[in-house]
């Protein structure tokens, strides 16, 4: 039986799931890691509620004052030089592809640099765009000549079989190659996720983001730090693009924005790449006002100082339980994350990736201790993802890990 045909929940609250027969459930990865203040927090269900009573969507001819408000908010948080935004998205795929638009309108050029095992969302252009060959078998426009995936720094299992720092960098310099000589010669950015989400949970190494951002300058293309899984709070910083001092041109955010799953999404970018007309990119459900006050409340809540403080204090103590586990079970291979965004590599007895097992502990946590949990099926696929919302206490986190370990002791 699979989790989604065994699983029927009516309630929420915090980071537990609570089905029809009353059972509950440990969420270890906040739904799709967009469940940044878990179930039902109530600032933002009475927010919502609120602006459900008094007007729920109105045209986005008139929604500009509400867009502002959350906006300007997002602005006085973003990283230095970030001064503008366009909040027409509703989902984060879609608000890639706007900040790729935003780069080739400003650029005049058309290719789009993004990196192997990268996943910046499922309308046909960001699968396009995302480095994850399976999904785009079968769908031949969105393999398109003016995307390049090229490598990540995949370090635990580094495609060049050097390590960090003696490798001096090789995977940018093989980004460089394939700009040089795999490009049209016309490229206007290069997309990134600042901590490598569906693709194994990879952390780049110290320096990587200043090297992406010396080719950017060199190339004339903007930088795009996909932060829709990063962003609002996941790694103890509002944006990781500060923690990792990125620098981007363009931050695209949807998934934890909403809070409690409310869909809605936002690119920021600046100044000067204030380039489109309203014409050029909105959509019918677009600055949706339920969506504007989720986002407005999530805000009210993750943007307390305390708040993001006590992420980065809880992510200590997931990271340091979690990097407990390779010692007492072979089959991990490596832990890696930071903040509320971990993942562990499940392995065989020779260290190879172990994609039946890794699969085998998700339907395990689920099945025998209540824990949902989910895995990841780019690259080697056998990487258990822990991301529960911003929310769980320290005891919840240390519930999570300690279920993982009765998994582990089962299953590995
Ligand atoms: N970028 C990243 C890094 C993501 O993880 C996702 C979704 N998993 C997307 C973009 C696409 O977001 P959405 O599903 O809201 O379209």
Redesign the pocket.
């Known amino acids: 039986m699979t989790i989604a045909t065994q699983a029927r929940f009516k309630y929420g609250e915090g980071i537990t799931l609570v089905n029809e027969s009353g059972e509950a459930y440990l969420d270890g990865v906040s739904g799709?890691?967009n469940l940044s203040l878990g179930y039902n927090h109530p600032v933002v269900v009475a927010k919502v509620q609120e602006q459900v009573g008094q007007l729920s969507h109105m045209s986005s001819s008139f929604t500009e004052p509400y867009v502002s408000e959350v906006l300007d908010r997002l602005l006085d948080l973003a990283p230095a030089g970030i001064d503008t935004g366009w909040m027409r998205d509703i989902?984060?795929?879609?608000a890639?592809e706007c900040a790729v638009k935003i780069a080739q309108k400003s650029t005049e050029s058309t290719d789009v640099v993004s990196l192997f095992l990268s996943?910046?969302?499922?309308t046909q252009f960001?699968t396009g765009i995302s480095g994850n060959a399976f999904r785009r078998k079968g769908f031949p426009n969105s393999t398109a000549s003016n995307h390049l995936h090229v490598p990540a720094p995949y370090c635990y299992r580094c495609h060049y079989k050097s390590s960090y720092p003696g490798c001096g960098f090789q995977c940018v310099e093989a980004i460089a190659d394939h700009i040089q000589y795999g490009s049209s010669g016309s490229v206007a950015c290069m997309i990134v996720?600042p901590i490598l989400?569906?693709g194994g949970n990879i952390v780049p190494p110290p320096g990587y983001f200043q090297q992406l951002r010396k080719l950017c300058d060199e190339y004339g293309m903007m930088l795009i730090a996909?932060e829709?899984?990063t962003g609002i709070g996941r790694t103890g910083y509002m944006f990781a693009s500060e923690l990792f001092d990125i620098q981007p041109d363009i931050i695209t955010l949807?998934?934890g924005l909403g809070g409690i799953g409310v869909p809605v999404?936002a690119v920021l970018m600046k100044s000067r790449l204030n380039v489109l007309e309203k014409h050029e990119h909105s959509f019918t459900s677009g600055s949706n006002l339920i969506s504007l006050a989720a986002a407005q409340s999530t805000l009210d809540v993750v943007a307390q100082p305390e708040f993001l403080d006590d992420v980065k204090l809880k992510g200590e103590i997931l990271g340091s339980l979690l990097n407990e586990l390779p010692s007492k079970h072979k089959s991990v291979g490596d832990v890696r994350g930071v903040g509320l965004m971990w993942g562990i590599e499940i392995v065989d007895e020779d260290g190879a990736p172990d994609v039946r097992k890794a699969n085998a502990i998700i339907d395990t946590a689920f099945s025998d201790q209540r824990l949902i949990l989910r895995g990841s099926r780019y690259g080697y696929g056998n990487v258990v993802k822990v991301r529960p919302a911003l929310v769980a206490t320290d005891d919840e986190i240390a519930e999570i890990v300690e279920r993982l370990d009765a998994v582990l002791q089962k299953v590995g």
């Open positions: 799709t890691f989902t984060g795929s879609t890639n996943h910046h969302g499922q960001a996720e989400g569906n996909d829709v899984q949807a998934k999404a």
